[in-house]
């Protein structure tokens, strides 16, 4: 069975630190991918990044970066230079190879309060 | 493009009532489906339809139903609604091939009292 775990229910920090959001996964599956979602307080989710299994690459996009390592199972997230703006609930997500359609198996999230 | 559009935005049931969610979407994608986002356990999956015609169940589908009809529309029912299924439902869609990004729909928030 598929599981991704975001230990961390609810960060909080002040403007400009930086923040990793953990995540780790579970399964079988040879071939797989990861997803992270932003939930900010409007309600939406919003995509962040797709990572496949093959691709361990560190991703680097303006102040977000992904940490994927296969050894650890794990797809952290960092934010840095965090701004009030950052503040949302973020989710970790994991699915299997596009045969098996939409079966997103998401994280509890985890909530990130960035204050000024 | 209007994308995932999910109606009504808001919805209170009676228990035992019974409704139904539409879900929309205009970009052609093949793949569509319903999860619901309860505090503390993320987003879990109740239905999925790989195209028209053909559905599927996911993690939670017990009290929903679906169907697809067309590519475009994947409506979601509630036969009769309990105080459990009080929650936010999200629609999402994609495309087989490509980037796999799922498109979410805005949510709609029900309350069964």
Redesign the interface.
Known sequence: AQK?T?AQ?EISVVEKEDVTLDCVYETRDTTY?L?W?KQPPS???V?LI?RNSFDEQNEISGRYSWNFQKSTSSFNFTITASQVVDSAVY?C?L?RE?EY?????????TILRVKS | NAGVTQTPKFQVLKTGQSMTLQCAQDMNHEYMSWYRQDPGMGLRLIHYSVGAGITDQGEVPNGYNVSRSTTEDFPLRLLSAAPSQTSVYFCASRTRAGSYEQYFGPGTRLTVT
């Open positions: 991704v975001q229910t991918y997803f979602y309600g939406e989710l995509f797709r989710f997500a699915s596009v359609g939409n079966k997103l198996v998401f994280g509890a999230g």
